[in-house]
C-alpha cells in the first residue's frame, strides 16, 4: 500500500487489527517500489496530459479505450519473460547493472 497519511489514520489501523490484516507501505519517496505505479503513467500520458475532456463521462470513455487498446496489443507473458532474460543477459555481458555502466 502507498504511503499515503490516509491509510495510517486510526480507522483504517483499527479495521486491519479487527480484520487480521498486516499494512506493509511502501517507503516514503519510493513509488516505483508500488506495482500499480508503472500503470499511471501511461494513462497520463496518453489519455490525461493535454486533454480538455468536457466531463468525467468523456475522460472514462477515453480510459475505456485506452485500457482495450492496450489489452488488445499485450505481449504474451512468455514473449515479455524472454525478453527481460535477453537484457539481462546482454547486461550481464557489459558488466553492467541496472542500465548504467559500471564505474571503472
Not at 68 to 88: G, M, T, W, Y
Request: aromatic letters at 6%; proline letters at 8%.
Amino acid at each position: 500500500m502507498d504511503n499515503l497519511s490516509a491509510n495510517k489514520i486510526p480507522k483504517i489501523l483499527t479495521w486491519a487489527t479487527a480484520n487480521n490484516v498486516e499494512i506493509c507501505l511502501t517507503p516514503t519517496y519510493a513509488s516505483w517500489a508500488n506495482p500499480i505505479e508503472p500503470r499511471f503513467g501511461p494513462l497520463r500520458t496518453f489519455v490525461i496530459a493535454g486533454s480538455n475532456h468536457p466531463n468525467h463521462t468523456a475522460l472514462a470513455r477515453e480510459l475505456q479505450a485506452h485500457l482495450r487498446r492496450r489489452n488488445a496489443n499485450a505481449r504474451h507473458p512468455d514473449v515479455l519473460a524472454a525478453q527481460r532474460r535477453e537484457r539481462a543477459r546482454i547486461r550481464s555481458e557489459r558488466h553492467q547493472r541496472w542500465g548504467r555502466p559500471r564505474a571503472a
